[in-house]
């Protein structure tokens, strides 16, 4: 990714609906270390869901805080089923 995925409304991420999945997410979203955000639930993606994904390698190991796997700033995104910020 060149810059962050900013969801500004209501929605559904499911990659648990991918073949191939059983348990674990087979669907990655990775950044390769560079500093860079990688989702961004804005105010008004309140009640969005984020499901089976894998998000990976957000920000530069070198420098503790350089980036964000996910960032929600809305009142309440649903999380279930994912991997967030392992290297």
Do not use: M, W
Request: aromatic share 6%; hydrophobic share 40%; glycine share 16%.
């Amino acid at each position: 990714l060149l810059s962050d995925l900013t969801i500004t409304h209501p929605l559904t991420i499911d990659a648990a609906t991918q073949p191939g999945y059983g348990g674990g997410p087979v669907v990655r979203l990775s950044d390769g270390g560079n500093v860079a955000t990688g989702l961004t639930f804005a105010s008004g993606a309140t009640g969005s869901v984020l499901r089976g994904l894998s998000i990976t390698n957000f920000g530069n190991s070198a420098f503790a805080g350089d980036g964000d796997a996910v960032v929600v700033n809305a009142a309440s995104v649903t999380v279930e089923k994912c991997y967030i910020g392992l290297r």
